[in-house]
């Protein structure tokens, strides 16, 4: 976890005050609040979590444990447009790793990153569940199906303007 | 039962739908269309016809079992919970589809919300628990969204909430959202999810049954199975233990994918063939490749080959052809499939979800993926293949979960049935199907080289040199082996070796 102490602004202290609290402030409901900060906030930085943990009266270690365990969650900042690449088992036996390699030229980022722009960032899920679509890419909501790696250009045009 | 769907029959193809009944022909956010079907008459019969013991004996009659893997009998699981006593128990029900490859379950709540519902709230008058929670993954907006217009609507009609049916049973259901952890597939992780906390697992006994959710008695089943639940209690245990096998009783879900003609969800009774599923329903394999193998069961599961195919599909069958039922996905793999990449891709799955508190999974699969990288970039030696299948079988004794305990199938099983493709990749330093990029170099044939400077144009790091109308030389150092050059060469004069 970062070291530098950011304070959360009033506002957004507001914000998660009152997440906390449409939960009763229950130690057991955590993991929902956490998917409606995360809701708001696009990410759960550090100082975020010192205070769900505050307010679920539960330690900070105990927050941080269950952010990084789930891969749902994350501490960094995502893209405008966070692009999704599924890796699970029919996307992989269909091509998936070539169409992500093709993003990580396309963009010059890794997987886990955010292009300079902070337009776009890079992350590999497991299963959408659209198997039949194979290999899939989730760009936002969006989802495209049967994505080669010459298609990547032609998505990555759509967001140029935006 | 669906025997003619949108012309296409059925019957004539192997399927019949029970668990998925109704998806696809009902509108799942209008409960009038569930009801139109008999929707809700399975709870009235239960909570005005029957015993709680009448409704836990039908199901044991019935063989079910479990479809979320393990294949454990449905009717004895409630039977257990019932018999333990507390103020408050729960019902769950398992919507964590986290199978990478499978997506029965998010098709079933997403067409027949309802069924599952109603089939909960069965179980909760069975095993005498009041209150139902669905822990379904964040992943599946669509389905967070139905279920919850089912429970508003069911709660609406007096389906759920207060006084069922006009009688003393109350019951009602709340979503509770998983987060992305293959680990809380297993009951216990999964209830440790619920609670709010990491989603590891804790050795069983105690088992659900007696200290699951809260420390309460729950009884944990996963969407399929419930789904199966109303149209047995309509229909009657002696209509469902007739179809299927002698040990595993009625259909399963599939959901078909990978190299094959048709993909999408099957429902075939149990005993139906991997050739049959693949084949006739599937439709063989796409651009008529040659089949090499299907993966059953995910990454717990095992690859089948060839000599399969005829095997009648259901639980034990699998087991001892060293694959697993899982929950049904299936993936079908072509002869450019590398059978070594395949496990090392379950394995790096694997590294990933391993929840870390058990040594043997988190340090030996962690071991055992390093092992299959190396044997993919041609640094693997013999005694690597001893290793490897020393290691899973340590792994598969010691694990403290289901995770690790199956976690060493796709290995163990690749071994099994394609050791000589993993000794080319060890001896000859040769991937037989061309995936392990590794292993291979591309080359220009000199005869055929016209010298149109295509190649080089088209190389995106520089790697192809040569004058016009002179034969062109690919730098091995450089090349990062994408295979553009050989897709544009019109005079077959690239090949990969």
């Known amino acids: ?162 | 039962m669906i025997t003619n769907l949108g012309g296409f029959k059925m019957s004539q193809h192997k399927q019949i739908r029970i668990a998925l009944n109704n998806c696809g022909v009902i509108d799942p956010e209008n409960i009038k269309e569930y009801i139109a079907r008999d929707g809700y008459v399975a709870l009235g019969k239960c909570l005005t016809e029957m015993k709680p013991q009448d409704v836990i004996n039908e199901i044991k009659e019935s063989g079910l079992r479990g479809r979320g893997g393990g294949g454990f009998p449905t009717g004895l699981k409630w039977e257990i919970a019932s018999k333990n006593h507390a103020d408050q128990k729960y019902v769950v029900c398992n919507a964590d589809e986290g199978d990478p490859g499978a997506f029965m379950d998010r098709s079933i709540l997403e067409g027949d919300p309802h069924a599952v519902l109603e089939a909960m709230a069965i179980c909760g008058y069975s095993m005498g628990a009041t209150k139902g929670l669905v822990y379904i993954r964040a992943e599946y907006p669509l389905a967070i969204k139905r279920l919850k217009v089912a429970i508003e609507q069911a709660r609406e009609y007096g389906l759920l909430g207060k006084k069922l049916f006009e009688t003393d049973f109350d019951f009602d259901i709340e979503l509770r959202y998983g987060a992305g952890a293959f680990v809380c597939g297993e009951e216990t992780s999964l209830i440790h999810s619920m609670e709010g906390l990491r989603g590891e697992p804790t050795i069983k006994p105690p088992y659900p049954a007696e200290k699951g959710y809260l420390g309460k008695p729950t009884n944990v089943n996963n969407v399929e199975t419930y789904a199966n639940i109303p149209i047995i209690l309509r229909k009657g245990a002696s209509w469902f233990n007739k179809i299927g096998t002698e040990k595993s009783k009625g259909t399963k879900v599939f959901a078909l994918a990978g190299k094959v003609k048709n993909v999408g969800l099957v429902e075939v009774p149990m005993g139906t063939t991997l050739r049959e599923v693949i084949y006739e329903i599937g439709g063989g394999i796409e651009n008529d490749k040659k089949f090499k193998a299907v993966q059953t069961g995910g990454p717990s599961g095992g690859c089948l080959t060839e000599k399969h195919l005829d095997t009648p599909i259901d639980f034990d069958n699998l087991l001892a052809a060293g694959s697993m039922m899982g929950s049904g996905g299936m993936i079908v793999m072509d002869e450019d499939n590398c059978m070594v990449s395949v496990a090392k891709f379950y394995l790096d799955f694997t590294v990933e979800e391993s929840c870390g508190k058990c040594s043997p999974c988190r340090i030996g699969n962690k071991r055992l993926y390093e092992l299959l990288d190396r044997i993919t970039q041609g640094k693997g030696e013999l005694s690597d293949l001893q290793r490897l299948r020393n290691m899973s079988l340590v792994i598969k004794d010691t694990s403290l979960c289901g995770l690790g305990q199956t976690s060493p199938n796709p290995v163990l099983s690749t071994l099994d049935n394609f050791y000589d493709e993993y000794l080319a990749h060890v001896t000859d330093k040769k991937c037989p199907s061309g995936e392990c990029k590794d292993l291979m170099t591309y080359f220009v044939i000199e005869e055929n080289c016209v010298g149109c400077t295509a190649c080089a144009r088209v190389c995106p790091v520089g790697a192809i040199t040569g004058e016009k109308k002179e034969v062109h030389y690919i730098n091995p150092e450089i090349c990062i082996k994408c295979g553009a050059c050989e897709e544009r060469c019109k005079f077959d004069a690239i090949i990969v070796k």
């Open chain 1, 1 to 162: 976890m970062s070291n530098i102490k950011v304070k959360v602004k009033e506002k957004d202290l507001n914000t998660i005050k009152e997440i906390c609290k449409s939960f009763d402030n229950k130690p057991g409901e955590l993991i929902n609040v956490l998917h409606k900060t995360q809701e708001s906030f696009g990410y759960l930085p550090a100082e975020v979590q010192e205070v769900v943990a505050q307010e679920l009266s539960v330690p900070v270690a105990k927050v941080y444990g269950v952010v990084t365990f789930y891969s749902f969650f994350t501490m960094l900042p995502k893209g405008k447009h966070p692009i999704s690449i599924c890796t699970g088992t029919a996307c992989y036996v269909r091509g998936a790793e070539n169409v992500l390699q093709e993003f990580k030229r396309q963009l010059n980022i890794e997987v886990g990153q955010t292009t300079d722009d902070g337009k776009f960032s890079l992350s590999c899920l497991r299963c959408v569940g659209a198997c039949g679509l194979a290999p899939v890419v989730q760009v936002g909501d969006k989802t495209y199906g049967r994505v080669s790696p010459e298609g990547v250009k032609e998505i990555l045009a759509e967001y140029s303007e935006k």
